[in-house]
Every structure is written in structure tokens, then in C-alpha cells.
């Protein structure tokens, strides 16, 4: 949902990938990234065909679930938007490749004559916003000491990737580089390497009704987080909440009648449920509130975009002193 053009990498690439690998064996020949072709021959079809289509089928599950993760962004900021970034780090990466197989001739002298085929590029280049942007928030731990984060399985999934080829470094470091450049705010690339709105509208009225997708109405609306395992933990914990609800309940009026023990509601009151009555009973005298913290606002920028209202991220930030982590997690559980 919100996502054709990701929709769109997920599924063409795909198909066509399988169907040269099974059926038109015969054609790979026309999808294979040969740089020699490229450089002597000026064969500059071959960078559209190579860098678009993965000849290894583990290539291609691999990229096909990382696009599937990194739809977020697309969600986020706009189809075109999305589209944007993806040309411009495909073209720059495309323009690294080159540079980097040189350098590694001229240094070593190792010639490379060939790269792993396949959207690749654009797929290292979207880890930049993605370690960047996309809040950590970790889900468990392993031995007591190795965090498991809402960020680890991509990053694993880049990591089987990276391991799949020999030369596949090569693109790895050509698309984080393109990231790098793409999101620099210093070299303006993203005002040059843009798709123009007349051709975001053509492809909108025409290719968006065929990969668009309905909002599922089966499911709970809940607001949106920012990967898809905070999406599936938001839904765990609502199902959580509506089981306990009967035992919270209870457990706050007993701590309400107990006077000697400590009232945690009074002092970090759920966010939901600010406005009611009990917290207004015993809400602390204007004397004991401390100032109100300073509040990056584009932390609250980020914690709107996963789909808190402006008042809940303020208040957490102001909460966990400007701590984005401690936030998610305390928006996450009230």
C-alpha cells in the first residue's frame, strides 16, 4: 500500500530474472554487466540491461526482500521523490563502477571485465538513509550481550548480498558512495539527478493503477512505524494491551489506595491517557515541575513520520531528555 513503484522493482526485475534463468537461457548474454563491452565498444546499452537485471537468483531474492523493507521510503517521502533518489544513485553508481575497477587495475592490477548484473546499485545506496534515518529500537538480546534490533535482518540481508559474488564489493562501494553524495547537502546532486513532474505524472497515470494496491481493511489501524517489524510489534503489543487491560486496571487502583508505595502514574503518565480524571488528581503542584526540556525538532520530525501525533512526540522527547531511542520505545508501549 502507498508503494507501486517499489511494488513495481519487486515484482518485474523478478519475473524477468526467473524467466531468463528457467526459460531464455539463451538471452543472458544481453543482461550481462560486461564492462569491456561498455569501455572498447561503447555498447552503453549493456549498463541499462546490466544494472538492471540479476542473473543469480539468489541475487535476486536477496535484493527483491531488501526492496520490500526499504518501501519505506517510498511511503515517506513520495513516489517521485523515492524515484529521484533511484536514478540518481543508479547513473552516479553506474559513474563509480568505472572509476573503482580503474583504480583497482592501477593499484593491484587486477582487470575486471565483468560485475554482477542486477539493480544493485541503487539497492547498497538506500542503506545510507536507511542507517541515517530509521530509529534503532531493539527487540532483544542474544547471550545477554549481542542486541537484536528492528535494523538487524536488513542488515543481514545486505550482508548475504555482499558475500554472494567476488566483485560484488565493487557495487556495494559504488552505491553507498552514490548514497552518500545523493543525500549531501554540499554538492547538490539531488537538484540535478531528479525526475521531472511531467514524467512522474505520465508514469502516474499510467503505470500507478496497475501496481497500486488497496489499503487492507481486514486489519486493526494502527499508526504506522517505521520498518515492518515495528509495524508487526505495534500490532503484538495492541493485542497485548486488550488482553491485559482488565489486569492494568486493577493494578493502578491498588497502587492508587496503597499511600507508601510509589505511584509511577504520577510521575510518567501514559501518554494515552494524559487527560483523564486520575491524572488530574494527582497531578504535581506547579513548584516541584522541573523546566520544560529543549526539543530537537527534527526528532520530532522523525517520530511524526512514524506516525505519532506532534503533542506525544514532544512529550516523550521532553520525557526521555531528547533521547530518540527511549522515545520510540516509550511511544511504542502507551
Not at 534515518?133 to 540481508?157: A, C, D, E, M, W
Amino acid at each position: 500500500d502507498k508503494a507501486p513503484l517499489s511494488k513495481s522493482l519487486l515484482l518485474v526485475p523478478s519475473a524477468i530474472s526467473i524467466l531468463l534463468t528457467l526459460l531464455f537461457q539463451h538471452y543472458q548474454k544481453f543482461f550481462a554487466y560486461n564492462l569491456q563491452a561498455v569501455k572498447e565498444d561503447f555498447q552503453i546499452w549493456r549498463l541499462v540491461c546490466g544494472r538492471t537485471i540479476c542473473l543469480d537468483l539468489k541475487d535476486t531474492f536477496c535484493s527483491s526482500l531488501l526492496i520490500y523493507n526499504f518501501r519505506i521510503f517510498e511511503r515517506r517521502y513520495g513516489s517521485r521523490k523515492f524515484s529521484s533518489f533511484l536514478l540518481g544513485a543508479w547513473m552516479l553508481s553506474a559513474l563509480f563502477d568505472l572509476l573503482l575497477v580503474e583504480i583497482t587495475q592501477y593499484i593491484f592490477g587486477i582487470t575486471i571485465n565483468s560485475l554482477p548484473s542486477g539493480f544493485l546499485g541503487p539497492v547498497f545506496a538506500l542503506f545510507v538513509p536507511f542507517y541515517s534515518s530509521i530509529p534503532r529500537v531493539q527487540v532483544t538480546q542474544v547471550l545477554g550481550h549481542f542486541s537484536i534490533t528492528n535494523k538487524s535482518l536488513v542488515y543481514i540481508l545486505g550482508l548475504q548480498l555482499l558475500t554472494s559474488g567476488s566483485y560484488i564489493w565493487i557495487l556495494a562501494l559504488s552505491g553507498m558512495i552514490s548514497g552518500i553524495c545523493y543525500n549531501s547537502s554540499i554538492l547538490k546532486v539531488h537538484r540535478i539527478l531528479c525526475v521531472p513532474r511531467w514524467v512522474a505524472k505520465v508514469f502516474s497515470w499510467t503505470l500507478e493503477p496497475v501496481f497500486s494496491s488497496a489499503e487492507p481493511a481486514n486489519e486493526i489501524r494502527v499508526g504506522m512505524g517505521a520498518t515492518v517489524d515495528i509495524q508487526r510489534q505495534q500490532r503484538m503489543e495492541l493485542l497485548d494491551r486488550q488482553i491485559m487491560m482488565s489486569q492494568v486496571a486493577q493494578m493502578r487502583r491498588q497502587r492508587q489506595q496503597q499511600g507508601g508505595m510509589i505511584n509511577w502514574n504520577r510521575l510518567f503518565p501514559p501518554l494515552r491517557h494524559r487527560h483523564n480524571a486520575n491524572y488530574q488528581d494527582h497531578h504535581p503542584s506547579e513548584q516541584g515541575i522541573p523546566p520544560p526540556t529543549e526539543v530537537s525538532e527534527e526528532q520530532v520530525a522523525r517520530l511524526m513520520e512514524m506516525g505519532f501525533s506532534r503533542g506525544d512526540a514532544l512529550e516523550a522527547l521532553r520525557a526521555s531528555n531528547n533521547d530518540l531511542n527511549v522515545a520510540t520505545n516509550f511511544l511504542l508501549q502507551h
